[in-house]
């Protein structure tokens, strides 16, 4: 089993839907939890860090753990063309490198 | 200006050429990364460097060395490159205790022929 699991998609929605990106982990160490967003011929810039279980929200953006499930996803609301990028979770636990997930590939269509 | 910075931004190279691929950055982090991308498989780790005298080998470091030549610079070389060494390559830096978030250059798309 992969450290980190993430369905590749890709996604592909309509403007203005609800988006939910998810990842799955095994390694119960993981206490840091990151989402970044890379665009086509891109680095990956990051989109969202939380520390905890629980909620973040940043504007359009929620980002959600669940430790108990070794879960986490990120939520899109009213998703915009510009959103359409490939999204990566990335996770550490105490060995100071990031593990990532593979990334989802989304494209939201005017 | 960008924060992490790399040269060059593309590379066509042909089989058995070595190649450096050179990072630097502005924002006075300790500690910086060379990943490869490649489609389906994410972004893998190198090598990584959490100070200018302490150097690690990553998922996949054969046929890649490493100089730290500063705070601010970390190289990647190719010392014989061959086709499967095609990808596309980022460096990253974070700040380190306790602060993880990692912080990506353009990248660097790498052809071997």
């Known amino acids: 089993q992969k450290e980190v699991e993430q369905d590749p998609g890709p996604l592909s929605v309509p403007e203005g839907a609800i988006v939910s990106l998810n990842c799955t982990y095994s390694n119960s160490a993981f206490q840091y939890f990151m989402w970044y967003r890379q665009y086509s011929r891109k680095g990956p810039e990051l989109l969202m860090y939380t520390y905890s279980s629980g909620n973040k929200e940043d504007g359009r953006f929620t980002a959600q753990v669940d430790k108990s499930s070794k879960y986490i996803s990120l939520f899109i609301r009213d998703s915009q063309p510009s959103d359409s990028a490939t999204y990566l979770c990335a996770m550490e636990g105490g060995s100071e490198k990031l593990v990532f997930g593979k990334g989802t590939k989304l494209t939201v269509n005017p | 200006d960008a924060d992490v910075t790399q040269t060059p931004r593309n590379r066509i190279t042909k089989t058995g050429k070595r190649i450096m691929l050179e990072c630097s950055q502005t924002?006075?982090?300790?500690?910086m990364y060379w990943y490869r991308q490649d489609p389906g498989l994410g972004l893998q780790l190198i090598y990584y460097s959490f100070d200018v005298k302490d150097i690690n080998k990553g998922e996949i470091s054969d046929g890649y060395s490493v100089s730290r030549q500063a705070q601010a610079k970390f190289s990647l070389s190719l010392e014989s490159a061959i086709p499967n060494q095609t990808a596309l390559y980022f460096c990253?830096?974070?700040?380190?205790?306790?602060?993880?978030?990692?912080?990506f250059g353009p990248g660097t798309r790498l052809l071997v022929l």
């Open positions: 924002k006075g982090h300790d500690r």
């Open positions: 990253a830096t974070s700040e380190g205790y306790g602060q993880e978030t990692q912080y």
